[in-house]
């Protein structure tokens, strides 16, 4: 158990559709990172928060969107999902940069 | 814009030495990264180097870095099958704090027994 927890591990949804997908850090970390990993694209970087306020936006689609609460969760919500959304969704944590403790992950498949 | 590339695939017989190379872009990287992400699993910090060090070595691991061709390397020694993996390359991209990772599409290491 890394310490950052991620639910739920599996989703299964229909394009059109919209999920949030769930991240609590480990304990005493600030700083929450959202990461996209997919076959052909690699590892690719959403979006950051740190203690509640958004810090770094990455490749992001305008139909996904994500917060960070004030005990430190954070959801990641995507809306109008194809097909091209299928992934692997982790979230990680981090109390000094570039240290990151990563969840095990949400698997998405749209279909 | 920010790139660090990384070989595919790597493939090794078990208790040979392994060596998974990485080139970056950004030479204001004040950290570099390798990160080791196992099957159904997230990925997990293996070893970093300060921009300011050739080297690394920790265990079995030693971390190479030529700064002035911007290539950086992972050596692992005595493999084992519990070594195959997927080794990800990570650069910090701006000498600030919290500023998040780039991450290489990552390195599968086979080990072969």
């Known amino acids: 158990d890394s310490g950052v927890t991620q639910t739920p591990k599996h989703l299964i949804t229909a394009t059109g559709q919209r999920v949030t997908l769930r991240c609590s850090p480990r304990?005493?970390?600030?700083?929450v990172y959202w990461y996209q990993q997919s076959l052909d694209q690699g590892l690719q970087f959403l979006i950051q928060?740190?203690?509640?306020?958004?810090?770094a936006k990455g490749n992001i689609l305008e139909r996904f969107s994500a917060q960070q609460f004030p005990d430190l969760h954070s959801e990641l919500n995507l809306s109008s999902l194809e097909l091209g959304d299928s992934a692997l969704y982790f979230c990680?944590?981090?109390?000094?940069?570039?240290?990151?403790?990563f969840g095990s992950g949400t698997r998405l498949t749209v279909v | 814009g920010e790139d660090v590339e990384q070989s595919l695939f790597l493939s090794v017989r078990e208790g040979d030495s392994s060596v998974i190379n990485c080139t970056y872009t950004d030479s204001s990287s004040t950290y570099l990264y390798w990160y080791k992400q196992e099957p159904g699993a997230g990925l997990q910090l293996l070893t970093y180097?300060?921009?300011?060090?050739d080297m690394k070595q920790d265990q079995r691991l030693t971390v190479l870095l030529n700064k002035k061709d911007k290539h950086l390397s992972l050596r692992i020694a005595d493999t084992q099958t519990g070594d195959s993996a997927i080794y990800f390359c990570a650069e910090s991209p701006l000498n600030s704090g919290n500023t998040p990772l780039v991450f290489g599409k990552g390195t599968r290491l086979s080990v072969i027994a």
């Open positions: 928060y740190y203690n509640g306020e958004e810090r």
């Open positions: 990680a944590s981090s109390v000094e940069n570039g240290r990151y403790t």
């Open positions: 304990s005493g970390d600030l700083s």
């Open positions: 180097i300060f921009s300011n060090m």
